[in-house]
């Protein structure tokens, strides 16, 4: 009896954790397919991606501004990049195609549909992105990681799955002591604004953080590596680090969190029910960080402040108010997970499995 060759599918998720993670978790429920990865040269892919699929890159650009003489240029480059994704796929007799949307997913899902593979594209934001939006009604199957955003997209066939996250974040017997010095009992203010960082909070945190520590808190800022003055606060309460790898446990042992309102880091709040004052990014595309936050808002998950009209006096004040009402907290933690969709990975690993098999 033969064996049947197992199927073979191209992953194109570049860029940001938000776009990267979704897809990692994703590829982790799917160890009988052969997997590959699309991604584009110096993005975060090249550092997560090569240790566990092979990567091939493609050169891509979006449109930021009006049509101009760049717009040429990076019109040559996006026909010159179809034709490589096109190459990629015919070459590796790839039978299916999974994107997360940016840059990277308008060359794939051409490359894909000109050649009859089937597509499922995954939308992690409350209002989906351009790229979304146009190239949604072109694929087998669109999966949503806020029910909201189904709205959106009308012509698209549309599923809701919710926004897979780490592995970590969905193993029970983890461990919740942290390796940082923070004494058990005290309040814990986690700080963190998405893979980026986010520079304007962290400025905000700092100057409201002495009341905070009066107040008996600990703090946890993860600054992200933009930030020249990282290092500039000084406090046995406070501790400063770029990044911190075992997010799960450190969102489990917070009291609250304060952070930008992208999808994954909203995911990662739900999954481990972390009350939050979210302060959507200003310059994300379309707003769309608002969009989210509205989601948690409504559901009384969390606070959102637009980062314009916030200041040091309100957010201080904020977190006060909120430290010393813990059945408040109590109540925003359950209501953040009552949004959480656990087995999403799950879910979206079998649309796939229905879409490129069938």
Not at 61 to 67: L, T
Not at 144 to 170: C, H, I, M
Request: overall charge neutral; glycine content about 8%; proline content about 7%.
């Amino acid at each position: 009896m033969v064996e049947e060759a197992p199927i073979r599918l191209l992953i194109a998720a570049s860029g940001t954790g938000g776009h990267l993670f979704p897809a990692i978790a994703l590829a982790q429920k799917l160890p009988e397919y052969e997997i590959e990865w699309l991604g584009v040269p110096n993005r975060l892919e090249t550092q997560l991606v090569p240790r566990h699929y092979p990567l091939h890159t493609i050169a891509v650009e979006g449109f930021q501004q009006g049509f101009g003489i760049s717009s040429f240029r990076i019109l040559g480059k996006l026909i010159g990049s179809i034709l490589d994704v096109r190459r990629i796929l015919k070459q590796g007799n790839f039978q299916g195609l999974f994107t997360t949307g940016g840059y990277i997913a308008g060359p794939a899902v051409i490359a894909a549909r000109s050649l009859g593979i089937p597509v499922v594209f995954h939308e992690s934001n409350a209002l989906p992105g351009k790229v979304t939006r146009f190239f949604g009604p072109w694929c087998d199957a669109v999966a949503v990681g806020f029910d909201v955003a189904a709205q959106y997209l009308p012509r698209a066939k549309n599923v809701y799955v919710g926004t897979p996250v780490r592995s970590q974040f969905l193993d029970p017997g983890i461990n919740v002591s942290l390796d940082l010095p923070i004494p058990d009992g005290v309040p814990l203010i986690v700080v963190f604004g998405g893979s980026q960082g986010a520079v304007a909070i962290n400025q905000l945190v700092r100057q409201s953080a002495p009341a905070w520590f009066a107040a008996g808190a600990y703090v946890v800022h993860l600054t992200g590596d933009k930030d020249p003055e990282a290092d500039s606060l000084k406090h046995p309460q406070y501790i400063a680090l770029p990044f911190y790898d075992n997010m799960a446990a450190l969102l489990r042992r917070a009291n609250l969190a304060i952070s930008r309102s992208g999808a994954g880091s909203l995911t990662e709040l739900a999954v481990c029910g972390t009350p939050a004052i979210l302060i959507p990014y200003p310059f994300a595309a379309e707003d769309h960080q608002t969009y989210n936050a509205k989601v948690f808002t409504k559901a009384g998950a969390a606070l959102a402040f637009q980062q314009s009209e916030l200041t040091t006096e309100i957010l201080q004040n904020q977190v006060l108010e909120l430290l010393h009402s813990p059945s408040e907290l109590a109540k925003m933690g359950e209501k953040a997970k009552a949004i959480a969709i656990p087995d999403s990975a799950d879910k979206l690993a079998q649309l796939l499995r229905e879409v490129v098999e069938r």
